[in-house]
């Protein structure tokens, strides 16, 4: 007997995961679990994905539906993991309260690096691995180092072609291969979920906004991110767009649709906030936007790559400035995002959807960033981010790098050219080191 347990915890996740089934991009199963999580920071007043509109119409594809925050309360999804001694013991646990006696088991997961992806893979120690990707992470590199117990065990990487020509970066330190899940057959799914909004207003054709709660990330402070909304509004109007949605985070504050809404009077804009929650693609197919406008959101680039629909971002570049630190998850994100997408107060761009780079161009660009966040884990690729720095380096480029950074790692454009040997001589850097170690102990 073989058992396939999938694990999601989003409506958009477990989307892709039934558009890889409908594809075929799974073996033949005699049982398919889907074991979701609910990852909210406090998950017993939030929603989970089985609670979701539109869950049902995902959940055929699945024989039964197993509730991870159940199994493993009163600990939360995010935070616990097994301990080694006891991973017999919860594998045995498991098997019986799940049903699964000797099944041969797989295990399809997402976000591989953190719990409860990593915990679920430690506990079936034997269990092949599919890694799924929903969003823009999947281009840029593994944000952890993975136990090669655990990394060795992942056959490949499934993920939407939401940037056509670039090719995913993440877990190929274990040559782990990427595959596409047909854009056709997802959002073949994606319209199942149509009926969901019925109860969303009947709006044609209005600029989008869209609100991701970044403060919750602690990426922007909530006075900035209002700012950020109330920015996107005016930029749409500009534009010289008079119907005006915004779809806030299922997560954020009410007070920062009051405040745009306050906004929206004082310059005389249509502006309707939703409280459905819905995904931002039944949108796409119930109002056909005339234009989508947000942050560095993954639906920006479903909007643009699977839906045809004109989008802008705008708030990118002081992003990649302040996420700390560089290696941050979220870095790749932003890069893609500002480095393909028209900026909302440069009309022309918007106007003609001039994309800011080709796919050759993003690839190199996506490749020497992921080397400079992730330099221990793909040190093969140290050449290429040599190469793209030495040839590419100019005033727009510069943002998607920290000098800082290029000098620690010894990489190109660190120092001016005449002082280039500093960072590669070695008793230079242990010099710095000794004297960074003296600073810090001074002031300690």
């Avoid at 953190?114 to 599919?130: D, S």
């Amino acid at each position: 007997m073989r058992t396939q347990i999938f694990m999601a915890s989003t409506l958009y996740g477990t989307a892709t995961l039934a558009a890889a089934v409908d594809a075929g991009c799974f073996r033949p199963a005699d049982r398919r679990v889907l074991l979701v999580s609910n990852n909210a920071a406090t998950p017993e007043t939030t929603p989970g994905v089985d609670e979701m509109p539109g869950f049902t119409q995902l959940r055929g594809r699945f024989d039964d539906v197993i509730s991870w925050n159940e199994t493993i309360s009163p600990f939360h999804p995010g935070g616990w993991a097994p301990r080694l001694d006891d991973v017999p013991l919860w594998e045995r646990h498991l098997r019986l309260a799940w049903g699964l006696g000797d099944d041969d088991v797989e295990l399809v997961v997402e976000s591989i690096q953190v719990n409860p992806a990593l915990g679920l893979t430690q506990i079936f120690t034997g269990a092949p691995v599919t890694v799924y990707a929903d969003g823009l992470m999947s281009y840029g590199p593994t944000r952890n180092k993975i136990d090669p117990l655990v990394g060795t065990r992942i056959d490949r990487l499934l993920h939407l072609d939401l940037v056509p020509g670039l090719t995913p970066l993440l877990l190929t330190e274990f040559g782990v291969g990427p595959e596409i899940v047909p854009t056709a057959v997802f959002t073949d799914v994606l319209t199942e979920l149509v009926k969901t909004g019925d109860e969303l207003p009947a709006i044609d054709e209005p600029a989008l906004l869209l609100g991701q709660y970044l403060s919750a990330l602690g990426i922007l402070t909530a006075e900035e991110e209002e700012d950020l909304h109330v920015r996107m509004l005016k930029g749409a109007v500009a534009l010289g767009h008079e119907r005006i949605v915004f779809k806030p985070h299922p997560s954020a504050p009410a007070r920062w649709s009051r405040a745009l809404e306050k906004e929206a009077t004082r310059i005389g804009a249509d502006l309707t906030v939703l409280d459905t929650p819905v995904l931002a693609e039944v949108l796409y197919q119930r109002m056909r936007p005339a234009l989508v406008v947000g942050c560095f959101s993954t639906a920006l680039l479903t909007a643009s790559a699977l839906y045809g629909l004109p989008v802008a971002r705008i708030g990118t570049e002081p992003l990649l400035e302040r996420l700390t630190p560089y290696e941050n998850s979220n870095r790749v994100p932003v890069t893609i995002v500002d480095a393909l997408l028209p900026e909302l107060t440069d009309r022309t761009a918007v106007t003609e959807q001039r994309q800011g780079m080709t796919a050759a161009e993003l690839s190199e660009l996506v490749r020497a960033v992921g080397f400079a966040m992730q330099p221990k884990i793909y040190p093969d690729t140290r050449p290429g981010a040599e190469q793209y720095l030495t040839r590419r380096l100019n005033d727009h480029t510069w943002r998607y790098f920290k000098r800082r950074r290029l000098t620690s790692l010894g990489l190109p454009g660190a120092v001016p050219a005449q002082l280039a040997f500093i960072p590669r001589n070695a008793t230079v850097r242990r010099v710095a080191k000794r004297a960074r170690s003296l600073k810090r102990a001074t002031l300690g």
